[in-house]
């Protein structure tokens, strides 16, 4: 039995932990083109999302799938999204320690949306993680965790849906900057690229700069 276990173990852990030697730029298997990932193991990682009873199992090959441009992958990260209760806590950040779950899952969406991309479907998936993304900010207004990985979207393929969302992320994480103001300069810095006036006029009217929430500057 003991050796059953074993090999079941492994198997779970090539199929969502396994990086090849020669993939080049890949740190871990989200990391993949999807088209260089074998169907075998897009097939074992589908399995696993839709028949394991372990919901951490359950999310990596979620996540997995959706990097790899699977529908299937995605709306199982929608769901976790709309869950906080239930899935906050499977990731920790390295240093900090805080939850840092979503902040991955956001990356994830980012990355569902570029394969995606690259298969012309831009519109079709600039609408799909809308919302997702939308539910992730929100968290971030009142959690630790930070949302850069959603700022590429903004500034570099100009997605002004996300403009008034930054607003209100801006103006609540300036309200606790206890938790906060290590994300405050990152926020105004693309603000201030995709969003001047606005950006400016917060500054004028909290009567600082920008490198006032540069927590690199030595004071």
């Not at 074992?44 to 996540?63: H, I, M, T």
């Not at 570099?156 to 938790?179: C, G, Q, W």
Request: one cysteine or more; charged letters at 30%.
């Amino acid at each position: 039995m003991g050796q059953k276990e074993v090999r079941i173990d492994e198997k779970i852990y090539e199929l969502l932990y396994y990086v090849p030697a020669d993939a080049v730029g890949a740190a871990d298997p989200t990391d993949l083109d999807p088209e260089d990932v074998p169907q075998a193991r897009v097939d074992g990682v589908l399995e696993l999302l839709e028949g394991s009873d372990d919901l951490e199992n359950k999310l990596r090959a979620a996540r997995l799938l959706a990097n790899w441009g699977s529908r299937k992958g995605f709306n199982y990260l929608v769901y976790a999204i709309e869950k906080p209760h239930i899935f906050e806590g499977f990731y920790e950040h390295n240093l900090r320690g805080y939850d840092d779950t979503f902040r991955i899952l956001l990356r994830d969406l980012v990355g569902y949306f570029s394969c995606l991309a690259d298969m012309g479907l831009i519109d079709e998936a600039r609408a799909e993680i809308f919302n997702p993304i939308k539910k992730i900010i929100e968290l971030s207004n009142v959690k630790p965790f930070e949302i850069r990985g959603v700022f590429r979207l903004i500034e570099e393929e100009s997605f002004t849906e996300y403009t008034p969302l930054l607003r209100e992320h801006l103006e609540a994480i300036t309200l606790k900057p206890d938790i906060h103001r290590w994300k405050i300069y990152d926020v105004l810095s693309l603000l201030l690229k995709v969003d001047t006036d606005y950006a400016i006029s917060f500054l004028k009217l909290a009567g600082k700069t920008l490198s006032d929430f540069d927590l690199k500057k030595s004071h």
